[in-house]
């Protein structure tokens, strides 16, 4: 019983709406914001692909490092056919152009 009570199904809710305060937290700068909202996500990644794409889709400025795992691990998982991840893909070679460094 204290098993199925505490599995992933159990906290997915409470991970998903901790990612979207998170998002819209005034206090926490960009970068504390997405480290949060990130290792939120990889706890439910092994579960569900709904908890990444959201933190991906709301949080703002993800910092390169998260950037380069989410891009370089989406070919591991199922993540690839993500369009947040495809989008993420997009705005990543853009930031880099832009920075003279793609």
Known sequence: MIKHSYSFKFFEHAIQEAILRI???TQS???EKSYAAFFLAS????K???ALNLFISNIKNI????????LNDSGKKPLDLSQAIKKLN???EKALKSANLG
């Open 23 to 25: 998002a819209v937290d």
């Open 63 to 70: 910092p390169m490092e998260i950037r380069y795992i989410l």
């Open 90 to 92: 997009r705005k990543t």
């Open 43 to 46: 706890i439910s990644l092994e």
């Open 48 to 50: 569900q692909q709904d």
């Open 29 to 31: 700068s960009d970068d």
